[in-house]
């Protein structure tokens, strides 16, 4: 079929591939169903941003998009490309600006029924705890230059050392929340201002902080192994980078796009601005994003001590009794070097998730060990109103789409439509109705941020649970959540 | 001032058409733009004056600069711009130089910010004329 002049060719039920044409390197394909195609790709550039992308030099495979695909910055939202470390690019529009946004899972020992009764006081301690909302700053001291460079140097081990993080926590985090070989020297003084007071921050737009319920059990070995069971009270925290990692990719956009010129390419959008990963520029961005990545988790390691902390005060209950542990932590802005098996040979490449999770199988050597017989959790968030869901990361997931997955649901109406259909209704009594506490700095957030504005997440994970990248878990269902 | 600004609609982000006699124009609109989209109308208290200059090599991308750099003072410093007083764009063989005066203010609790812009893009800014006007798309992440 033709949507928006570009040609899609039906692979399997929800695969379709867009043929390389022109100066495409390599096809692109894209894990949809058919409803969602006429639903949600003829409205927006994404499909374009999908063949743009298949341009970029020492692209693999193919340029892949989840069912979450909406228009981006460059790459779409929902896009993973893997490029060659020798002759591949890097590029910021494959991470975003906020570098390392990402999701993490934390689980109690409390059922929904102990919950319930408390949960007005809970959401209003967690409000209390958590600074939210636009310029939110102050959950901890200011850091010191010192110690800012040294949260981006060791991520959430940072946290560790200041007694806000416990070893379990570090071991359940994506690259047990430091990436290596960042570089805190090389960035920007007006990043690092930027980030200063933001360590512990959730600020605004789509991030939240939830408390929800397992309503739905799909795969119960897994759920065991994740210590989940039906009607358990769970956290759940997005957020990402916050001012500096918006700086980091605004300084490093500006780098790259001389670097496009310098080296040649002819790029079909000024946001795939990009460099050779082995030139000067590439491993700069490479390793002043990683210090961006190494920031957010720490701040949703603090998040996650503050949160634990309302929990605690709320139910007077000690650390053991609470059991608030956490499952996971999974980035899905981010660009990794990571081994993947291309023309039957493993390589080393750079893989670009810009609004993608990384759903890595069973047997891996790089998810924790308590999970390797069932794989990485993959945590998908719907909307406030609805429901998210946990999943699995599977040996198809490997083989075609670099170990990848969806994130999330994506916008259905624009902020301006969602305030309209906002107007004369109140929200927060909605939602209470439907038995969720909400509590937020303003109430335009609710109204921006309110379900009917988010697609259902659930036609999102079905297409990947049908086409055997990821295996549904469990399906959670919110409670509280504090918001922006 | 025959310079101007129009929101169109955009699912996730922000973005506005701007158009301008002149350049210094388009950049005074584009700013104008931001404003309403991060406050509502705000009363300006005691009132300050920065100057500063940039420079880029298109000017595309003195115009992300510019936003960019104003968007980091209430955002980062906590000051607020309330008016553009001077501008000056200039082009010196491959390099765009902007001078500007701005007046602003220190925000205080009583200004409602409406919502956090993370990085004026460059999604199909292209600075162009049509009909003898400067014209511009503008996407503002939010």
Same mark, same amino acid.
């Given at each position: ?484 | ?44 208290? %005691?009132? #300050? =004056? @920065?100057?500063?200059?940039? /420079? ?11 936003? &960019? ?16 007083? %001077?501008? #000056? =764009? @200039?082009?010196?063989?491959? /390099? ?11 925000? &205080? ?18 600075? #162009? ?14």
């Amino acid at each position: 079929m033709m949507i928006n002049e570009i040609e899609l060719n039906r692979i399997r039920e929800n695969l379709w591939e867009i043929p390389a044409t022109g100066n495409m390197r390599v096809p692109g394909r894209i894990y949809i169903s058919e409803n969602m195609i006429h639903e949600n790709l003829k409205t927006d550039d994404a499909l374009k941003q999908v063949v743009n992308v298949a341009h970029l030099p020492g692209i693999e495979k193919y340029s892949l998009a989840m069912p979450d695909i909406h228009w981006g910055y460059g790459f779409p939202i929902g896009g993973v490309a893997a490029t060659d470390l020798e002759e591949g690019v890097i590029s910021p529009g494959g991470v975003g600006y906020d570098i390392n946004c990402g999701v993490r899972l934390a689980v109690t020992n409390l059922e929904v029924s102990a919950v319930k009764k408390r949960i007005d006081h809970l959401v209003s301690k967690l409000f209390e705890k958590v600074p939210t909302g636009v310029g939110s700053k102050g959950a901890i001291k200011k850091l010191s230059k010192k110690d800012l460079k040294k949260v981006l140097e060791s991520g959430s081990v940072w946290a560790a050392e200041h007694d806000m993080a416990t070893q379990s926590d570090i071991e359940f985090t994506e690259e047990s929340g430091t990436l290596e070989n960042a570089n805190p020297d090389i960035i920007s003084e007006r990043a690092l201002e930027r980030g200063a007071n933001q360590a512990g921050t959730l600020g605004s737009g789509n991030h939240f902080l939830e408390v929800d319920v397992v309503e739905e059990i799909y795969d119960d070995k897994a759920a065991e192994v994740f210590g989940l069971f039906k009607d358990q009270v769970v956290v759940l925290i997005h957020t990402g980078s916050r001012g500096l990692g918006y700086q980091v990719c605004d300084d490093y956009l500006k780098v790259l796009l001389n670097a496009s010129n310098k080296y040649g390419f002819n790029l079909p959008d000024k946001q795939l601005a990009c460099a050779p990963i082995k030139s000067s520029e590439g491993q700069d961005y490479l390793s002043a994003m990683q210090a961006a990545a190494n920031f957010a988790w720490n701040n949703r390691q603090v998040i996650m001590h503050l949160a634990r902390k309302a929990f605690r005060e709320t139910f007077n209950m000690s650390e053991s009794e609470l059991g608030f542990n956490l499952v996971y932590d999974v980035c899905h802005n981010i660009a990794k070097i990571e081994k993947h098996k291309i023309d039957n040979e493993e390589k080393k490449v750079c893989v670009h998730r810009k609004g993608a999770t990384r759903a890595f199988p069973p047997g891996s050597k790089l998810i924790p060990a308590k999970y390797r017989s069932v794989g990485q959790p993959v945590l998908i968030p719907g909307d406030m109103g609805r429901y998210s869901y946990i999943a699995v990361g599977t040996e198809k997931a490997m083989e075609e789409t670099f170990g990848s997955s969806c994130h999330g649901a994506g916008r259905n109406l624009s902020r301006r439509k969602a305030l309209k259909d906002a107007k004369g209704r109140n929200l927060v009594k909605e939602l209470n109705e439907k038995g969720i506490v909400i509590k937020a700095r303003g109430y335009r957030t609710i109204a921006e941020e309110m379900p009917g504005a988010y697609k259902d997440v659930s036609d999102v994970v079905d297409v990947m649970h049908n086409e055997g990248i990821i295996r549904k878990v469990a399906k959670i269902r919110p409670i509280g959540v504090i918001k922006g | 001032m025959t310079a101007n600004y129009k929101f169109i609609d955009h699912t996730a982000d922000i973005a506005c058409e701007v158009l301008g006699n002149t350049l210094e124009e388009l950049f005074t609109a584009s700013v104008e733009a931001w404003k309403s989209s991060v406050v509502e109308e705000t009363k300006y208290g %005691e009132r #300050e =004056i @920065k100057k500063f200059k940039l /420079t880029a090599s298109s000017k595309e991308q003195l115009l992300v600069d510019f936003i &960019s750099e104003i968007n980091y003072y209430l955002f980062t410093r906590n000051w607020l711009l309330n008016l553009v007083l %001077e501008l #000056e =764009i @200039k082009q010196k063989n491959d /390099t765009w130089i902007l001078s500007t005066e701005i007046e602003g203010m220190p925000v &205080s609790q009583d200004v409602e910010i409406k919502q956090e812009i993370k990085a004026i893009t460059f999604h199909q800014m292209n600075i #162009e004329k049509r009909e003898n006007k400067y014209y511009t798309l503008i996407v503002f992440d939010i």
